[in-house]
């Protein structure tokens, strides 16, 4: 039985369920049909001649793929070209969707949505496809052969659909997009879209940055200073596995003249463009943006920390500024892998913990081999009570990584003594040496 409202339902069983879903969809549905306002241009933000934003903003989530940690939010994207034919440029998370709507239905006002332009299935982009599916039933949806197989298998959609290969056109009228494909960045269906005419590169989740978007849209109506360390910890958590790929992509795109990027998260580049590109070439490559060095460790009872605070100050006595230290039970790993793609200089330290690393520490480290970083200076040192294995598990994390060690790394028995904490110093001026190479 169903009460009046179809959004206050008593379920007898899952038939009626599936029953009150559809009712509430249609009912939800008409409330846009029948309700129609007058446009309102407050909700409407015209990036360039007809491409239009239409993305919204998310401060209520906590954890980002319900594990980065996003205190200043994350934006979902999302674009309209209204031209002899309109395309919807991928969708947003599902629980942002009405306010969504409300944008897209205000850009459209009145006309069909022809097409949806799908870049990315990841549910924080793809979330809404079924919802614009239902509401505009009769739309065809471009994507390509990896897209189609994530559309019937997280909708079960398998009809009007338009598959584009690389370097395939399509014609909205004046509008000329351009599909290229860019498997990996950071999931195997993904590709990016070029608006010829416009000059404008629909990204997917590339040139992403966590942070909602305030306000402003565009790179030149925002303080960027928000999204400077942003971009990079959404790079090092998202992306950073995929470094290759990235290459790929960028060489792929290197001859296309783009004078707008419009990415799935965070701001719209047009100013800033070639500092963007440059910063994701180089985090792609795993180099250093500067000289540093990050000292991430754990410690339970100060001892380590101890240590890593005399190696810290021998970094400053020996003509380094720039220095991090995390403790990896306090800093989320997100703001750690942020600083190590920052800085070529790491020094990891750990205690003993039942004959392994620390817990933190060992989940930091299969953070950064899932994440295959290359290229840093790097040493180590730890602490233990009555039986080392610090050691030679950093020991073994630096050759799978294939990484040179620097200096002399020490574990020390209980409290600091006198030699470690020489050895400490020591460490510090060899790794000092070894950044300002």
């Given at each position: 039985?169903?009460?009046?409202?179809?959004?206050?339902?008593?379920?007898?069983?899952?038939?009626?369920?599936?029953?009150?879903?559809?009712?509430k969809?249609?009912?939800?549905?008409?409330?846009?049909?029948?309700?129609?306002?007058?446009?309102?241009?407050?909700?409407?933000?015209?990036?360039?001649?007809?491409?239009?934003?239409?993305?919204?903003n998310?401060?209520?989530?906590?954890?980002?793929?319900?594990?980065?940690?996003?205190?200043?939010?994350?934006?979902?994207?999302?674009?309209v070209?209204?031209?002899?034919?309109t395309?919807?440029?991928?969708?947003?998370?599902?629980?942002?969707s009405?306010?969504f709507?409300?944008?897209?239905?205000?850009v459209?006002?009145?006309?069909?949505?022809?097409?949806?332009?799908?870049?990315?299935?990841?549910?924080?982009?793809?979330?809404?496809?079924?919802?614009?599916?239902?509401?505009?039933?009769?739309?065809?949806?471009?994507?390509?052969?990896?897209?189609?197989?994530?559309?019937?298998?997280?909708?079960?959609?398998?009809?009007?659909?338009?598959?584009?290969?690389?370097?395939?056109?399509?014609?909205?009228?004046?509008?000329?997009?351009?599909?290229?494909?860019?498997?990996?960045?950071?999931?195997?269906?993904?590709?990016?879209?070029?608006d010829?005419?416009?000059?404008?590169?629909?990204?997917?989740?590339?040139?992403?940055?966590?942070?909602?978007?305030?306000?402003?849209?565009?790179?030149?109506?925002?303080?960027?200073?928000?999204?400077?360390?942003?971009?990079r910890?959404?790079?090092?958590?998202?992306?950073?596995?995929?470094?290759?790929?990235?290459?790929?992509?960028?060489?792929?795109?290197?001859?296309?003249?783009?004078?707008?990027?419009?990415?799935?998260?965070g701001?719209?580049?047009?100013?800033d463009?070639?500092?963007v590109?440059?910063?994701?070439?180089?985090?792609?490559?795993?180099?250093?943006?500067?000289?540093?060095?990050?000292?991430?460790?754990?410690?339970?009872?100060?001892?380590?920390?101890?240590?890593?605070?005399r190696?810290?100050?021998a970094?400053?006595?020996?003509?380094?500024?720039?220095?991090?230290?995390?403790?990896?039970?306090?800093?989320?790993?997100?703001y750690?892998?942020?600083?190590?793609?920052?800085?070529?200089?790491?020094?990891?330290?750990?205690?003993?913990?039942?004959?392994?690393?620390?817990?933190?520490?060992?989940?930091?480290?299969?953070?950064?081999?899932?994440?295959?970083?290359?290229?840093?200076?790097?040493?180590?040192?730890?602490?233990?009570?009555w039986?080392?294995?610090?050691?030679?598990?950093?020991?073994?994390?630096?050759?799978?990584?294939?990484?040179?060690?620097?200096?002399?790394?020490?574990?020390?028995?209980?409290?600091?003594?006198?030699?470690?904490?020489?050895?400490?110093?020591?460490?510090?001026?060899?790794?000092?040496?070894?950044?300002?190479?």
């Open positions: 039985m169903v009460a009046q409202s179809p959004f206050i339902a008593i379920f007898i069983t899952k038939q009626n369920f599936v029953l009150a879903k559809q009712i969809f249609q009912y939800f549905c008409q409330l846009f049909r029948t309700k129609k306002k007058k446009r309102n241009i407050m909700l409407i933000k015209e990036l360039k001649k007809d491409l239009y934003y239409v993305g919204v998310d401060r209520k989530t906590h954890l980002f793929e319900n594990m980065w940690p996003i205190p200043q939010g994350v934006s979902y994207n999302s674009y070209i209204v031209d002899e034919k395309a919807l440029f991928d969708t947003v998370e599902i629980a942002s009405g306010m709507i409300k944008k897209v239905l205000n459209l006002d009145g006309r069909k949505l022809d097409y949806l332009i799908v870049n990315h299935m990841e549910p924080d982009h793809g979330g809404s496809i079924e919802i614009i599916r239902r509401y505009f039933p009769d739309v065809t949806i471009v994507g390509n052969k990896k897209t189609f197989g994530m559309l019937e298998g997280y909708f079960g959609i398998t009809d009007n659909l338009y598959e584009v290969k690389e370097g395939d056109t399509l014609s909205l009228g004046e509008h000329m997009l351009n599909f290229f494909m860019a498997p990996m960045v950071h999931w195997p269906e993904v590709m990016v879209t070029y010829s005419t416009n000059k404008v590169l629909f990204s997917a989740d590339a040139f992403g940055t966590f942070g909602t978007i305030d306000g402003g849209i565009l790179d030149t109506e925002l303080d960027l200073i928000k999204y400077e360390g942003e971009m910890r959404y790079y090092a958590s998202i992306v950073g596995k995929y470094g290759n790929p990235v290459q790929k992509a960028l060489q792929k795109l290197s001859p296309v003249d783009i004078s707008m990027i419009c990415s799935l998260h701001p719209v580049w047009t100013k463009i070639e500092r590109v440059g910063l994701y070439d180089k985090w792609s490559r795993y180099e250093h943006e500067e000289e540093g060095v990050v000292i991430a460790y754990g410690s339970m009872y100060g001892n380590t920390e101890e240590m890593a605070e190696v810290a100050r970094l400053s006595i020996y003509g380094v500024k720039k220095i991090v230290l995390h403790d990896v039970s306090k800093s989320d790993a997100s750690i892998l942020s600083d190590i793609f920052r800085y070529n200089g790491l020094i990891v330290a750990s205690p003993t913990y039942c004959n392994e690393l620390y817990p933190g520490v060992k989940s930091l480290l299969d953070k950064l081999q899932t994440r295959a970083v290359k290229n840093k200076v790097f040493s180590f040192f730890g602490s233990f009570s039986a080392d294995a610090s050691s030679k598990n950093f020991v073994k994390f630096a050759e799978d990584m294939k990484w040179e060690v620097v200096g002399e790394p020490f574990a020390e028995k209980m409290t600091l003594g006198d030699e470690k904490t020489q050895m400490a110093e020591e460490l510090g001026k060899a790794m000092a040496e070894a950044v300002k190479k």
